[in-house]
């Protein structure tokens, strides 16, 4: 529109005099946006009917408007902004998407007022430049935008992206973070940097009494703080202090303090980080000076994950090997490995630092219980998660040979139908590893057959409670985890190509696994066959016996309750009637005696008292 056009306008309606810089702005080849018909074109002004004619993307091409009406709805683009620039140098726009995302957000940045956005208005501009790309393409630019010290990204959702004058360096950008958090969680993570950094970095060692002076008050009085964070925080805030040359004995609370009030140390444990698993080992010994190694096997017992390691290196480090490798050989015998400590002994088979730790246990008995843990867990498993100690077994393709190698034909045969029954594995992963089997014992051949089918349609005989617990874990699958799957597989098939489409991948993956699990627990649940406990004598060991059993070679007696086949609980002295040991003790009377031989040693269980479970829990 030129002058004239405009004046005409503002003649006719004199309100809209507070707009003439945008009338002046609505110019054949500009760019606009509307609010209901999107991003659009100027093409031309047609002087007889007084309209711009303008292109919208879509459907509304030449389409007619009055500047009059149109001018409060209408937002007028300027040639730098992003939406503009990605019709008119689509290339450039579209190489920052892909490869360069924080350049793109400080180029948007950079022609907003203030240099700063909302959340809000900077997510609903760049919705409209990516569309459907956009959840999955800002979930990753957020991460290159925490790193740029260019952006000071928001703490807090109501903050703004801001583009800074000067770029931050690294340290200053943690020092700002710290000061600014409100979370005493997040302040101890970047004291912790901090200091990591404080020796070669001039600016942040000046801060270091204020830092510390926070940090302690942080610990003292923050009550969001779990005991593992506690603990964190006082070992960063001693580290300060060291520093500044204060005492640290002066200091509350202690780490002795801490961890002599907490009722669960394998929990606390477990909750630190990696980093500092072994510095909570060495503080045992002096909070325990008199049975610290008892505790720390203790904790290695039920431990998980990297502690595992760090307990076994930590005891080996401090000369206790004979103990670790005397508490290995009684809980394989008592069945009572758990998985991480299993994982750690067949991933260090070989290792010449631990070769004491596991020599004379690489073999048929820690299969066994390899199979007990893999189904046991089986069991326990109401989600989808992988089961690591069967993907272990499944991906070392030495493991069973090395297992096997001093076996003969019937301990393998009684492992490999042990195998097939196991519900830890997928259909596949069990032929693969049969496969393994029969490489070694060809006569094993004969139960990939009918044989085998018999024996896994055989009943279940389980408790109500545990068949229960089996019931609602089915209804959960097909009536809300199932459907879910469904709508989530629907939603990813919308976002576009299935062959680069991850979340429809990951979608239906975990549909696979939904139905797989739905499989198995109505093949459990058809073979399960309920039982109270009532029928079992009290002279012969059945499935709901309480026996004392003792063992010779440990000269040990251990006290175990033979229930259904899904109500193992070792822990609790509680064992499946379908376990490698229950299965042996069926049928037996007092006196008898259970002998196994693996490896050329014999494992003697003396059957010395019968209990009647029900008797002792009506």
């Known amino acids: 529109m030129n002058k004239e056009a405009i ?9 809209l005099a507070k707009f003439r810089t945008k009338l002046e702005a609505m110019q054949p ?4 946006l509307h609010r209901a018909w999107g991003f659009g074109k100027i093409r031309d002004y047609d002087v007889p009917s007084g309209k711009l004619i303008i292109d919208f993307e879509g459907e509304k091409a030449s389409h007619p408007m009055d500047p009059a009406f149109c001018v409060e709805r209408l937002e007028m683009l300027p040639a730098t902004n992003i939406l503009v620039r990605h019709r008119t140098e689509a290339s450039n726009i579209e190489e920052m998407v892909k490869k360069r995302p924080a350049d793109l957000v400080v180029d ?6 203030d240099h700063s956005m909302s959340s809000i208005e900077l997510e609903n501009l760049l919705t409209r430049l990516l569309g459907e790309r956009f959840k999955k393409w800002w979930s990753g630019a957020k991460k290159h935008l925490a790193k740029d010290p ?4 928001p703490v807090r959702k109501s903050d703004p992206y801001v583009l800074r004058e000067e770029p931050l360096k690294p340290e200053q950008e943690i020092l700002e973070e710290y000061y600014v958090t409100k979370q005493p969680k997040k302040k101890i993570l970047l004291a912790e940097k901090l200091h990591s950094i404080s020796g070669s970095v001039e600016e942040i060692e000046k801060d270091l009494p204020r830092i510390f002076e926070d940090l302690t008050n942080t610990i003292r009085d923050a009550r969001q703080l779990t005991t593992a964070d506690r603990l ?20 509350e609370p202690t780490s002795t303090s801490i961890i002599l009030g907490c009722p669960d140390l394998t929990q606390l444990a477990e909750q630190l980080p990696s980093n500092f698993q072994r510095r909570f080992l060495d503080v045992i010994t002096r909070v325990f000076p008199d049975s610290w190694q008892e505790v720390i096997i203790n904790l290695l017992r039920n431990s998980q994950g990297k502690f595992t390691s760090e307990c076994i290196s930590f005891l080996v480090d401090k000369d206790c090997a004979p103990q670790v490798a005397e508490c290995f050989r009684r809980w394989l015998n008592e069945q009572t490995l758990k998985t991480s400590v299993l994982l750690w002994i067949i991933r260090n088979r070989h290792s010449r630092k631990f070769v004491k730790l596991v020599d004379g246990m690489i073999g048929p008995r820690l299969l066994a219980a390899i199979f007990y843990a893999i189904d046991s867990e089986a069991l326990q498993n109401t989600g989808n998660r992988r089961i690591t100690l069967a993907d272990a077994l499944s991906e070392d393709p030495d493991l069973i040979a090395d297992l096997l190698a001093d076996a003969n034909d019937e301990t393998a ?12 594995f997928e259909d596949l992963t069990k032929k693969s590893l049969i496969a393994r089997f029969i490489r070694l014992f060809p006569k094993i051949q004969t139960l990939v057959g009918g044989d085998t089918t018999s024996r896994q349609a055989e009943s279940l ?13 089915y209804e959960n ?19 576009g190509d299935l062959r680069e489409n991850a979340e429809y991948k990951m979608a239906r993956q975990e549909q696979d696994t939904l139905l797989a699990r739905k499989s198995l627990l109505e093949s459990e649940m058809s073979r399960a066959r309920t039982t109270d406990f009532t029928e079992v004598q009290a002279d012969i060991v059945g499935i709901g016996s309480v026996v004392m059993l003792f063992n010779k070679r440990s000269d040990r007696s251990h006290r175990y309750a033979i229930l259904g086949a899904w109500d193992s609980n070792p822990e609790k002295g509680i064992l499946s009637y379908k376990t490698p040991l229950g299965q042996n003790l069926l049928g037996k009377k007092i006196g008898d005696v259970v002998r196994t031989e693996i490896e050329g040693s014999v494992e003697e269980w003396t059957l010395q008292k019968i209990e009647r479970w029900i008797d002792e829990n009506k």
Not at 7 to 15: A, Q, S
Not at 415 to 422: E, F, M, S
């Open 232 to 251: 964190h925080g006082v070992w960063v805030r001693n580290d300060f202090a060291r520093h500044l040359h204060i005492e640290v004995e002066t200091l």
């Open 7 to 15: 004046d005409l306008i503002i003649e006719k309606n004199p309100k």
């Open 108 to 113: 948007v940045l950079s022609t907003a007022p």
């Open 413 to 424: 045969r009684d492992l490999a139908q042990t195998l097939l029954l196991n519900q830890g």
């Open 150 to 153: 260019r952006v000071a990204t």
């Open 461 to 473: 005989f389980v408790s109500q409670k545990s068949l229960e617990n089996r019931k609602r874990e």
């Open 477 to 495: 699958l097909v009536q809300v985890l199932i459907p879910e799957n469904k709508i989530a597989i629907q939603t990813a098939r919308e976002l």
């Open 29 to 32: 080849g500009s760019y606009c």
